[in-house]
């Protein structure tokens, strides 16, 4: 299976204390080497600060993609590097550590991903005009632009509740208002039962991990596309679901595609058992693995993928841009 091809180096940043918690090595480090990227681990802090901000500036490379999986200190001096790195297009992306609280403020309210550990699904943050500007790890570039980005969402609380309604009931609440309120106060108790068991990988105030069940889903789409999509003929918690273009653990975010979904069934999407996408340096081709066979997509051409007997992740896209 071919390796995607990032454009530059995979830099992923802890110092002596965090390399060796088993979070770290757990979350991130068996993370990265389970999906066969490349990485180099450099521990930052076997000097005095000021050295090592100094050195880890001049160690970066041009296009170098920088992972932090550590505290606020760590965080705060990798991001001092980055600027004064004269190495062009670095991204520097947080990975939540320790008691991460004031890098979070210190890098801006409201950006997501300081408490998710997949260092595949996290946004990273590339610094521009002395400001962070959230971009995702696996990017592809040509002419200094972005075409396409690699991410991946987990849905499991959605899958939970669609279960809830079959093909009888959804007949129902499209010929009936009160059935259809009645349907919906009934989702949202279910989210207050049942939702941190699906929330995305966070960290409680006493700082352990939420476990939870999860229907994981690879995408690729532009960033404009926003669906639901299911396979099969009624829903269930091991279907595939494709969502894109909000925050998936606010419930009222959700709740319009989730009522889309039950009222008018299938969304427009595909499904396949497996893809793999390998990012070449062409200037019209992309490389795609599907279900083991490889096929060929030329970028001036929507991609098709057909139907797999076993779904287990989606590829859905319109046209990457």
């Known amino acids: 299976m071919k390796q995607i091809v990032m454009p530059g180096r995979l830099v992923v940043v802890c110092n002596p204390k965090s390399s060796r918690f088993p979070i770290v090595q757990r979350r991130v ?41 550590a505290g606020d200190g760590t965080a705060n001096s990798v991001l ?10 670095v991204r520097v992306g947080f990975l939540a550590f320790g008691n991460f ?54 849905l499991g609380w959605t899958a939970f509740v669609a279960a809830e309604f079959d093909s009888k009931l959804r007949d129902t609440l499209r010929h009936s208002i009160s059935h259809l309120v009645t349907s919906l106060w ?42 639901i999509m299911r396979t099969g003929d009624s ?27 039950v009222l008018f069934g299938r969304m427009r999407g595909q499904a396949v058992a497996s893809c793999h996408i390998a990012f070449m340096n062409t200037e019209k081709e992309y490389h795609v693995q599907v279900d083991g066979e490889p096929i060929t997509w030329l970028s001036d051409q929507p991609l098709v993928v057909r139907k797999s007997s076993r779904p287990i992740m989606v590829l859905c896209t319109r046209k990457l841009r």
């Open 186 to 227: 009934h989702m949202l108790l279910l989210h207050r039962r049942t939702a941190r068991q699906y929330q995305l990988p966070a960290m409680h105030r006493n700082h352990r991990p939420i476990h939870r069940r999860e229907t994981d889903v690879l995408c690729i789409n532009s960033r404009s596309f926003a669906g």
């Open 235 to 261: 829903y269930g918690v091991g279907d595939t679901f494709l969502l894109r273009g909000f925050d998936a653990r606010s419930f009222w975010r959700s709740l319009p595609f989730i009522v889309r979904s």
């Open 29 to 69: 480090f068996a993370r990265l080497d389970r999906a066969g990227l490349p990485y180099q681990q450099y521990e930052f802090g076997h000097e005095r600060y000021g050295d090592a901000i100094v050195h880890l500036a001049r160690f970066l490379q041009p296009s170098d993609t920088v992972l932090v999986a």
């Open 101 to 154: 609280n004031d890098a979070a403020h210190n890098f801006g309210r409201g950006l997501r991903g300081f408490r998710r550990y997949n260092p595949l699904q996290n946004p990273l943050y590339v610094l521009r005009n002395s400001t962070l500007q959230p971009i995702y790890p696996l990017v592809v570039e040509r002419g200094g632009e972005t075409k396409a980005a690699l991410i991946s969402i987990s």
């Open 80 to 89: 001092q590097a980055v600027r004064q790195s004269t190495a062009p297009n």
